[in-house]
T-cell receptor
Framework: DSGVTQTPKHLITATGQRVTLRCSPRSGDLSVYWYQQSLDQGLQFLIQYYNGEERAKGNILERFSAQQFPDLHSELNLSSLELGDSALYFC????????????FGDGTRLSIL | GENVEQHPSTLSVQEGDSAVIKCTYSDSASNYFPWYKQELGKRPQLIIDIRSNVGEKKDQRIAVTLNKTAKHFSLHITETQPEDSAVYFCAVKAAGNKLTFGGGTRVLVKP
């Protein structure tokens, strides 16, 4: 158990819909990272939040957005869903400081029908 | 941006033999190099990491070597066991905290 909690474990929805994925970081971790893992793209960094503020952005689509709340949990919002958005979405968290290891949650499997 | 290439994409070894996976990167400012193991349907698990001021790090049967001049680093697994079968990912961090992952290596350890 990494200490990073993601809900829900599975989500099945239809094209055009909107979903919210939730992540609670390990106790004491201020940074939260979101990654997308699909079969043909590997692990792709989406976005990072540190203590409530956006810190770094990767290949995140405009249809996707995220935020980190005062209690440090984070949500990833995916809207106008397309078939290609089907993937595993992982959240990771790390301590403050240079080159701190990132620990991953168990992921949310999103299936678009 | 950073580009990370990982080889081989698949690796089959006999139990007890060694496995070596190599990654190359493009950004000379990269300073942190973790390796993750991912079993089927599970989360990536950090197994070892190395920072740019160190050339080699060992943890039991696992070691990582880093060549900053050549911009490559490798994962070495000795005395492989069936439970080492998984997908292994290297990653690289340059400026900021963004990790760029390699494409993964599927390792199969045959009993």
């Amino acid at each position: 158990d990494s200490g990073v909690t993601q809900t829900p474990k599975h989500l099945i929805t239809a094209t055009g819909q909107r979903v919210t994925l939730r992540c609670s970081p390990r106790s004491g971790d201020l940074s939260v990272y979101w990654y997308q893992q699909s079969l043909d793209q590997g692990l792709q960094f989406l976005i990072q939040y540190y203590n409530g503020e956006e810190r770094a952005k990767g290949n995140i689509l405009e249809r996707f957005s995220a935020q980190q709340f005062p209690d440090l949990h984070s949500e990833l919002n995916l809207s106008s869903l397309e078939l290609g958005d089907s993937a595993l979405y992982f959240c990771a968290s790390s301590r403050e400081g240079l080159n701190q290891p990132q620990h991953f949650g168990d992921g949310t499997r999103l299936s678009i029908l | 941006g950073e580009n990370v290439e990982q080889h081989p994409s698949t690796l089959s070894v006999q139990e007890g033999d060694s496995a070596v996976i190599k990654c190359t990167y493009s950004d000379s400012a990269s300073n942190y190099f973790p390796w993750y193991k991912q079993e089927l349907g599970k989360r990536p698990q950090l197994i070892i990491d190395i920072r740019s001021n160190v050339g080699e790090k060992k943890d039991q049967r696992i070691a990582v070597t880093l060549n900053k001049t050549a911009k490559h680093f490798s994962l070495h697994i000795t005395e492989t066991q069936p439970e080492d079968s998984a997908v292994y990912f290297c990653a690289v961090k340059a400026a900021g905290n963004k990790l760029t992952f390699g494409g993964g290596t599927r390792v199969l350890v045959k009993p």
